[in-house]
């Protein structure tokens, strides 16, 4: 029995399949220290639901009527009251879906089928603001990091020195994105192959790397294709 008068977590739930809802709305409506607040089964209802009833908790099913319903859900939950806190669930724990549903400023991250402990733990940990991330989610949310950290790294270095270029080396970086061999390249230009192989040379050691084709991974990783 709850105590009247004591505060209850109020959480909703977004989830398009009917069976799933119920259940874990009947698993949150079973604790002492939680009550539902409402629930949906689609983005756009629990958008609506959220900013009218203020809950504290929302469980946000990621694919509803559409793949990223409940991340667009999210958004607008979270542009509008931000104070509302949201736990994604889904059955795909990938590191690119990881990384849309955290980047909406939800604060945790739970995959169906955990146990009903694990999943009350997360609510709870969530309203308390002490959440913890699993830990498949922390290692993917660092490694995330850690790669755009580099990428900005190599951003400024990359720039920094396309801008000591000559016009020579940009049309050879050119054709190598066009998938050019040294021998086409050479044909293109008029001149001999050592010539550009001499050239290439140049441009790996301004770039710090070992192979042409590491010079275009880099540029496609950084989206600078049309500087050239």
């Given at each position: 029995m709850k105590k009247i008068g004591e505060y209850l977590i109020r959480v909703m739930v977004a989830e398009d399949i009917d069976i799933l809802r119920e259940d874990f709305c009947e698993i949150i409506g079973?604790?002492?220290?939680?009550?539902?607040?409402?629930?949906?089964?689609?983005?756009?209802?629990?958008?609506?639901?959220?900013?009218?009833?203020k809950p504290d908790i929302v469980l946000m099913d990621i694919e509803m009527e559409t793949l990223t319903a409940g991340i667009d859900a999210a958004e607008q939950i979270h542009s509008s009251s931000p104070g509302i806190k949201i736990i994604f669930m889904t059955a795909h724990e990938t590191d690119d879906m990881i990384h849309s549903g955290m980047g909406?400023?939800?604060?945790?991250?739970?995959?169906?089928?955990?146990?009903?402990?694990?999943?009350?733990?997360?609510?709870?940990?969530a309203y308390d603001g002490t959440t913890v991330l699993d830990s498949n989610v922390s290692q993917s949310?660092?490694?995330?990091?850690?790669?755009?950290?580099?990428?900005?790294?190599?951003?400024?270095?990359?720039?920094?020195?396309?801008s000591h270029l000559t016009n020579s080396e940009r049309e050879i970086i050119r054709l190598l994105?066009?998938?050019?061999?040294?021998?086409?390249?050479?044909?293109?230009?008029?001149?001999?192959?050592?010539?550009?192989?001499?050239?290439?040379?140049?441009?790996?050691?301004?770039?710090?790397?070992?192979?042409?084709?590491?010079?275009?991974?880099?540029i496609r990783e950084l989206g600078l294709e049309k500087l050239f």
């Open positions: 079973e604790q002492e220290d939680m009550e539902i607040a409402g629930s949906a089964a689609s983005g756009q209802e629990i958008v609506k639901l959220a900013l009218e009833r909406t400023g939800a604060v945790d991250y739970i995959v169906k089928g955990c146990d009903d402990e694990v999943l009350l733990e997360h609510i709870r940990r949310i660092m490694k995330e990091y850690n790669r755009l950290r580099k990428s900005e790294q190599s951003l400024v270095f990359f720039i920094n020195n396309v994105l066009d998938g050019r061999k040294i021998r086409e390249i050479a044909r293109i230009r008029s001149v001999e192959e050592v010539t550009i192989k001499t050239q290439i040379k140049g441009l790996l050691h301004k770039f710090g790397c070992s192979r042409s084709r590491e010079i275009v991974e880099l």
